[in-house]
């Protein structure tokens, strides 16, 4: 009895150790690529060992909750690290298509993409799945729909930049 008490312990602790190695709204959108709420500066600093190659963060740098010298607490530990600050009320193509460029010159290497709550990362992280990987979009919708339900600005930038590329989804 005494070892099974033991087990459930240890994978309870496991558990909440695996659990606090995610940031809040994390989404594992594939293998080599997750996005999630604005991480803390512990966890920033653990970027690699958690198995990140890139970071990427989509909020202005005066967001609020930015963690202080994000860029440089990631870069000392031998990530890459972008900040693309996508203002909330107004995303743009560019922001996107620099988001792209910037996964794309990233092939093959695992990147963490986090803005303050995950809605602008989850967001263009679906666009990128679908755009620029070609998951299927009710897939990926799934996962977005997992963090929010786009406003009405987020709805029709995801699908204004969808329909530019030749994809379309109905966005609920």
């Keep these: ?29 594939r293998p080599g690529l997750a996005s999630a709420a604005q991480p803390d500066a512990d966890w920033l600093a653990r970027a690699k060992e958690l198995g990140y190659d890139v970071v990427v963060n989509l909020a202005p740098p005066q967001a609020h909750g930015s963690i202080a010298n994000e860029g440089g607490i990631v870069a000392s530990k031998g990530v890459v690290y972008v900040n693309i600050p996508v203002d909330f009320r107004h995303p743009t193509a560019e922001d996107f298509r620099f988001f792209g460029e910037v996964l794309k010159a990233n092939a093959g290497r695992s990147v963490f993409v986090h803005c303050q709550v995950n809605l602008r990362g989850s967001s263009f992280v679906f666009l990128h799945r679908v755009i620029n990987e070609g998951a299927p979009a009710n897939e990926a919708m799934a996962k977005l729909h997992g963090v929010w339900s786009p406003d009405p600005v987020w709805k029709k930038f995801i699908e204004e930049t969808l329909e530019k590329n030749g994809k379309k989804a109905e966005l609920m």
């Design 1 to 29: 009895m005494a070892s099974k008490a033991l087990a459930l312990l240890l994978l309870a602790t496991a558990t909440l150790v695996h659990a606090a190695d995610r940031p809040d709204n994390f989404v594992q959108w």
